[in-house]
């Protein structure tokens, strides 16, 4: 009769049956807990990243919105054409432009003319413009 010596590949046997115990099943349930667990774990955290990406980009691309909207209302006040041809000019004190749809995006901007109080500082003239893209918005003020 041959004998095997223990080694870490034994499987430990009970006495009453002389058959295998189910250590094997218990490890293998436990190593793909475990790896079930560092997979929900990972995926988890690349879904938030993936998120968080995506709304700085909207970010952004809501400032660029907002910033084509100065560039627009600067435009506007300086090169137009006179009163009657273009949107507004230098004598138009109050105007507004938009929502101006660009690509997925929009921009508002209202000017406001020096000496109204809740716009900006009493002796200048200011544009305010507000982009929005994909749910972002950001704003940006010009005084001149």
Known sequence: MIKYQYSIFHIPYSRASRKPTGYALLLTIMVMSTMLVIGLTITGIVLTQARLSTRVFNAMKALAMAD????????????????????????????????????????????????????????????????????????????Y
């Open 68 to 143: 084509s909207g100065i560039e627009r209302g600067l435009y506007e006040d300086f090169m137009a054409p006179p009163v009657g041809l273009g949107i507004w000019g230098p004598t138009v004190p109050n105007a507004t432009i938009g929502p101006e749809i660009v690509g997925n995006g929009s921009y508002t901007v209202e000017k406001c003319p020096a000496g109204v109080s809740p716009c900006g500082p009493p002796d200048a003239t200011t544009l305010r413009s507000i982009g929005t893209y994909g749910g972002a918005q950001r704003s940006v003020e010009v005084s």
